[in-house]
């Protein structure tokens, strides 16, 4: 059974920093992705990753603050979290795609995890 759970979720002060992670079982994604979705607003793009690790895309809000990354034979996705922003505040999704190209569309990734909550303090 397809599963993605996410897991690293928390409180921090702004300028603080947190790792999200994402751990995928029943099979392997070529692209992963996570998008986050703060109260009252549409689910958006944050970042993506290919098999390799070595092709990721930003959202220009995150660029330069958050640096995705995959490991354990691709089974298992990162998301380091610097600098963190109030405005960084939301759920934050685990996605993959069985396609081979990245996008930052959310339709086109085909499974979700439940969500992990990050709250930044001002």
């Known amino acids: 059974q397809m599963q993605l759970v996410e897991s690293g979720g928390g409180l921090v002060q702004a300028g603080g920093s947190l790792r999200l992670s994402c751990a995928a079982s029943g099979r392997t994604f070529y692209v992963m992705g996570w998008f986050r979705q703060a109260p009252g607003k549409e689910r958006e793009f944050v970042a993506s990753?290919?098999?390799?690790?070595?092709?990721?895309d930003y959202a220009d809000s995150v660029k330069g603050r958050f640096t995705i990354s995959r490991g354990n034979g691709g089974n298992t996705m990162y998301l380091q979290m610097n600098s963190l922003k109030p405005e960084d505040t939301a759920v934050y999704f685990c996605?993959?795609?069985?396609?081979?190209?990245?996008?930052?569309?959310?339709?086109?990734?085909?499974?979700w995890g439940q969500g992990t909550q990050v709250t930044v303090s001002s």
């Open positions: 990753v290919d098999w390799s690790g070595g092709g990721t």
């Open positions: 996605t993959g795609r069985t396609g081979l190209h990245q996008t930052r569309v959310a339709g086109s990734y085909d499974y």
